[in-house]
């Protein structure tokens, strides 16, 4: 049974730092660590927080309390865990259409850097040859994910270098005598299907040989979490043994021991993580009765942008006789984030909670209609701690220069 905050508890925090507010638990993410170590416990396998679902600092630390690594997906991302505390050979930093001066300040603080590009991978070897190992982000060619907008892998993916470009990589890799220690790939988010993990495991054993210094192959991410009721996430132990028979079918067959690396990121704090927000206006229409929420697409744009679906509750009567509702926002905009959702009948002042809320969610939001962003809020040992305040209006203004 999987470790969640009480209704009671998300009312309590809603009650202390108003709403919306930002609620994750960090037992909750401990959990999910666990389940990745017991799972691959019988592999050589390191995981890399991929930090750009939730960048809070505190959320950070407490990873590295946890034993886990960190990957980040800019420069600033990698600054933010050095301040964390991360040492820089447990961060993988995995560039992507970036000017290459972010790829030198990464060499500069001495993390783990994997180039998606045959134009940075040229530069990078003119600026340090192979006094600095670099890893390959390649695109495998995999149509894989929860729907298109988050597949990474596929054919006409901007991410990664083509399969059909790894003789160049060769040739520039020959000529400057590169030191290539890693291969890395990402094939998309919501992954359930153990087949395409497989099938990128097969992808870059295709192409490992050709590199005589490769010590880990990065599976990337992407691993399934439950959003719908009754959803199945991906099978991880099933995947841990999967992983476990190719890898050491490889050995056996090359004489070449490779670490695995994994970088999941929604599946750590993804379930961690509680919006709650207030019903402000019950408006009824000719077959629809809308719920206006203090929230909207600026703080949680999910279900706008890719059409996510969340678990929303009514936490103030749970009891309450089913009614259908379209739960909308305060946004001067379509922000709708449930059609003829079945909930507990609603009245003006109740409390709804968004699951699956530490993902992607705080991270994507924004100043839309010069609104505030809501508060974090860390339930750490049955406390709760304020790790991001609310903005004020200062906040608004404070990167704005008034020259007329």
Known sequence: MSIELSREALIEVAKEFGTPVFIYHADRIKEQYG?????????????FYACKALTNINILKYIKSIGCHVDCGSINEVLLALKAGFEPKNILYTSNSIDFSEIRMAQQ????????????????????????????????????????????????SKFGIPLDLIGKVLEISNRYNLNIHGLNIHTG?????????????????????????LKFLDLGGGFKVPYLPDEKG????????????????????????????????????????????????????????????????NHFIRPMFYGAY???ENISNPGAPMKKYTVVGNICETDTFAENRLLNELNEGDYLVFY?????????????????????????????????????????????????
């Open 310 to 312: 969340h678990r929303i």
């Open 35 to 47: 389940k990745l170590i017991d799972a691959f416990n019988a592999v050589d396998a390191r995981f």
């Open 189 to 213: 988010s919501e992954i359930q299907d153990i087949a395409v993990f497989a099938k990128g495991i097969e992808v870059l054993f295709e192409i490992a040989t050709q590199f005589p210094d």
């Open 109 to 156: 603080c001495g993390v783990n850097i994997s180039i998606d590009s045959i134009s940075n991978l040229d530069k990078f070897a003119v600026a340090f040859g192979g006094d600095y190992p670099v890893g390959l982000r390649i695109r495998p060619d995999i149509m894989a994910g929860g729907n298109f907008k988050i597949s990474t892998g596929h054919e006409n």
């Open 234 to 297: 991906t099978d991880i132990e099933l995947l841990g043994r999967k992983v476990k028979e190719e890898f050491t079918a490889f050995e056996k067959r090359y004489r070449r021991h490779f670490q695995v690396w994994f970088e999941p990121g929604k599946y750590l704090v993804s379930e961690s993580g509680y919006f709650v927000t207030r019903v402000n206006v019950l408006k009824q229409s000719a077959s629809i009765t809308f719920a206006g929420i203090d929230s909207g697409l």
């Open 356 to 404: 699956n809320a530490g993902a992607y969610c705080f991270e994507m939001s924004s100043n839309y209609n010069s609104r505030f962003k809501p508060p974090e809020v860390l339930m750490l040992h049955g406390r709760p701690l304020l790790i991001r305040k609310r903005e004020v209006w200062d906040d608004l203004l404070k990167n704005q220069l008034e020259i007329l």
